[in-house]
T-cell receptor, first 117, second 115 residues
Framework: SQQGEEDPQALSIQEGENATMNCSYKTSINNLQWYRQNSGRGLVHLILIRSNEREKHSGRLRVTLDTSKKSSSLLITASRAADTASYFCATEPLSNAGGTSYGKLTFGQGTILTVHP | DAGVIQSPRHEVTEMGQEVTLRCKPISGHDYLFWYRQTMMRGLELLIYFNNNVPIDDSGMPEDRFSAKMPNASFSTLKIQPSEPRDSAVYFC?????????????FGDGTRLSIL
């Protein structure tokens, strides 16, 4: 089963509005990452938040992490038509003693964001 | 800088044929990952390598799938024999390990259709 579950599955907004996507996960994590995927392309990394961080900003992006609730949110402010894409959260599990879980990301099913001009 | 390069971008072949997907990671990256994306199952990690050595292949669906990394700049994912249910988009990604908390860089994928 997917570790990360995004909500909502689809979001449709007008240009200039804010878009908020949520992600829930089940196990202890080392970090949580958000990726964007445009149609027919590979995933592009947006932002990474470590387990000891609560909030992070990058341009128009704001990510929060609540490890007690095992949830994260991605906020895109002042959205643009070019932000239309699928957005995925991915979790990296807390490393085991051998460190072999490094990089073993588990992705959610994604949120499809449509921004209308 | 060149990103992760995958070839071919599209592959259409008949059931039972051998399929080979190729990946060139970003130069200097220590880790290479193979993923499969379908509507039903989303994005699944198949296998990943560290310094050309397979670390975890628990996501490989069955023995028909195999992956190799003969050197730091090249990896292949092979399906033999292929089946219609293998139809999916296959992604390769690479990352740099200095310490943990590194993003993965994805190629644009190979869209595989098995008839």
């Amino acid at each position: 089963s997917q570790q990360g579950e995004e909500d909502p599955q689809a979001l449709s907004i007008q240009e200039g509005e804010n878009a908020t996507m949520n992600c829930s996960y089940k196990t202890s994590i080392n970090n949580l990452q958000w990726y964007r995927q445009n149609s027919g392309r590979g995933l592009v990394h947006l932002i990474l938040i470590r387990s000891n961080e609560r909030e992070k900003h990058s341009g128009r992006l704001r990510v929060t992490l609540d490890t007690s609730k095992k949830s994260s949110s991605l906020l895109i402010t002042a959205s643009r038509a070019a932000d239309t894409a699928s957005y995925f959260c991915a979790t990296e599990p807390l490393s085991n003693a051998g460190g072999t879980s490094y990089g073993k990301l588990t992705f959610g099913q994604g949120t499809i964001l449509t921004v209308h001009p | 800088d060149a990103g992760v390069i995958q070839s071919p971008r599209h592959e259409v072949t008949e059931m039972g044929q051998e399929v080979t997907l190729r990946c060139k990671p970003i130069s200097g990256h220590d880790y290479l990952f193979w993923y499969r994306q379908t509507m039903m199952r989303g994005l699944e990690l198949l296998i990943y390598f560290n310094n050309n050595v397979p670390i975890d292949d628990s996501g490989m669906p069955e023995d028909r799938f195999s992956a190799k990394m003969p050197n730091a700049s090249f990896s292949t994912l092979k399906i033999q024999p292929s089946e219609p249910r293998d139809s999916a988009v296959y992604f390769c990604a690479s990352s740099l390990y200095l310490y943990s908390n590194q993003p993965q860089h994805f190629g644009d994928g190979t869209r595989l259709s098995i008839l």
